[in-house]
């Protein structure tokens, strides 16, 4: 089981950046996705962005390709989502997630495919 615990949200204005951090342990194997998400009150869960632990291959979706980043340090076993220009509708929860198969990144499953899932930050963008 891989453990995943996210950190840096807090209360922004919209227009400013935030960057998340998710710390990683308990790989076994080396083909990992490795995505950031984030739930609204009364919404589903969406899918922000995902990394490939084969190749460091980046995705994501077109509502935050120019604005969000992901990014991976090995060396500190962390994944960063750096979110710039935010936005009021960026206020959610925001969730990191591993699943077994870098292929999940382009996945139309990719929040039902993640096994692993960290607790969330809250991050909330004021007009």
């Known amino acids: 089981e891989v453990q995943l615990q996210a950190s840096g949200g807090g209360l922004v204005q919209a227009g400013d950046s935030l960057r998340l951090s998710c710390t990683v342990s308990g790989f076994f194997f080396d083909n990992y996705a490795i995505g950031w998400f984030r739930q609204a009150p009364g919404k589903e869960r969406e899918w922000m962005a995902c990394i490939s632990t084969v190749d460091g291959s980046t995705y994501y979706p077109d509502s935050v390709k120019g604005r969000f980043t992901i990014s991976n340090d090995s060396s500190k076993n962390t994944v960063y989502l750096q979110m710039n220009s935010l936005k009021p509708e960026d206020t959610a929860v925001y969730y990191c997630?591993?699943?077994?198969?870098?292929?999940?990144?382009?996945?139309?499953?990719?929040?039902?495919?993640?096994?692993?899932w960290g607790q969330g930050t809250q991050v909330t963008v004021s007009s």
């Open positions: 997630a591993a699943g077994i198969g870098a292929h999940l990144c382009y996945s139309d499953y990719i929040v039902q495919g993640m096994d692993d």
